[in-house]
């Protein structure tokens, strides 16, 4: 359940159908960096074929993908900031860059063609970091990925000598590779060989991990968490097991897909939920049931939902109790939050909600920002036992906010646009409001279209300024809203429109 009772108490009303034609942004980007031609340190040999090799690959399974080879720094940034841009209203954004790279000091820098490296310090004006990459993909809406083909030897051995317990902090290894990263959830990051260590570049035109990415890529029905198992395990069959593929990242509660069909909502509900992951259970049991067995709790949680899909054989809800209190002992906020879901509806099993409120506490303390937006709606609404607290309600919709869940973002901005946040004025919510139409939010698209009145002029104009500032408005920035205004927030959306 989709917890905005705050838009429903302003009046929020279903989305209108357009005024005019529309097309829909890409809903898959992809941007394909490859690296061969290096002025100063030693040419890479297949890093050109593997990119161009997934870049073709992308292409057939759907993604839009912008290809840059031996690109400089500056062209590599300017890449960065385009692509940032589009992922924002993409469903799945992926980057793959497969180049030099090198960690130092726990920071992982990959390197453009035209690196001029002569000193150490010398690094961070040459190279572009792990970090900005996943600044620039992470803004998708549902599913952000960043591969790394760029495990290699050490470029810079006469400049930067890895075996320096200085410099070399923060490295698994002083041979070379990269170093683990800590991505946000919902982003997924993918390295060619394990932290620390070295990918190879194979005997043929493409590199083992290429191969064994691009061959599983394609499958359909084949769930993203098992495509990266089934990547490492073909990766170390190819290398006599001396190289393994490694991903960091938590991944979101749903099942995502490359290629296949249709995946379920971000904040899909129970029931939508069990009837994705039996999906994922009937294409792959044995997969998933040995990815639980070693106690990876997202598999768990999916084979406890899959078996609270009706319709299924496998329909089982005590066993779904146990699988998910399994996954809650081990310590999973998600696993509490998707417990608490279970047990505030009773799906299957009796209601319980005492239990219920405890672990959506649980999880909202972890910082689960759809636990944060719904414990804000219980102290709003006095639900579950709770005293009717709108300064609660309004904290924990403002961390959730902060957490990037875009129907909090429309809650406060429904406030701050009436003066009932403290310290958030009209530019506030404006900010809010169109960072949740980049973020997706049908709430937020559903209320700016159909009940523009509830937002003050002020609001508005600080919106259309927005707006224009991204080259999305062209009109006068004066806060009222009409149609030039409507075709600005549905292209903020990913919506274009064509006047009739």
Known sequence: MIRHLLALALGIAALAGPAGAETRAEDRVALVLGMASYTSVTPLKNTINDASALAATLEDIGFAVEVRMDATRDETLAALEDFAFRAETADIALIYYAGHGVSVQGTTFLIPVDAQVRQAKDIVAASVTMDQMLAAVD???????????????????????????????????????????????????????????????????????????????????????????????????????????????????????????????????????????????????????????????????????????????????????????????????????????????????????????????????????????????????????????????????????????????????????????????????????????RGGSELALDGLLNNADKFPDDTWAELQQILADKGLYDGTVDGSFGPGTRRAVLAAYGIFETEN
């Not at 320096?164 to 990269?178: H, N, S, W």
């Open 139 to 437: 803004r998708a809406r549902r599913m952000s990925i960043l591969i790394l083909d760029s495990c290699r030897d050490n470029p810079f051995p006469d400049v930067i000598d890895l075996r320096d317990p200085e410099v070399a902090k923060g490295l698994t290894t002083g041979k070379g590779g990269l170093a683990a990263p800590s991505p946000d959830r919902g982003t997924l990051v993918a390295f060619a060989a394990r932290d620390g260590a070295v990918a190879l570049d194979g005997e043929g035109r493409n590199s083992p991990f290429n191969i064994a990415l691009r061959d599983n890529i394609v499958k359909p029905e084949l769930e993203i968490s098992l495509l990266f198992r089934q990547v490492r395990d073909d990766v170390l069959a190819a290398t006599a097991n001396q190289q393994e593929p490694t991903t960091y990242g938590a991944l979101p509660g749903e099942p995502f897909y490359l290629t296949g069909g249709t995946t379920t909502t971000a904040e899909a509900g129970v029931q939508e939920l069990a009837v994705a992951w039996q999906r994922v259970v009937a294409a792959d049991r044995e997969t998933l049931e040995k990815s639980a067995a070693a106690g990876d709790s997202r598999s768990i949680v999916g084979l406890a939902l899959a078996k609270l899909d009706r319709q299924s054989t496998d329909y089982a809800p005590q066993e779904a109790l146990m699988l998910l209190e399994q996954a809650v002992a081990a310590g999973d906020p998600d696993a509490k939050y998707r417990l608490a879901k279970v047990l505030e509806g009773g799906l299957g099993v009796d209601p319980d909600p005492v239990r219920a409120r405890t672990l959506y506490e649980e999880a909202a303390a972890a910082k689960i920002p759809a636990a944060l937006n719904d414990m804000g709606y219980f102290h709003f609404t006095g639900e579950l036992g709770l005293d009717k607290d709108r300064d609660k309600a309004l904290s924990l919709f403002q961390e959730a906010a902060t957490q990037g869940h875009t129907e909090a973002m429309f809650n406060v901005a429904s406030f701050a646009a009436n003066g009932l946040v403290p310290d958030l004025g009209p530019r506030d919510a404006a900010d809010l409001l169109y960072r949740a139409l």
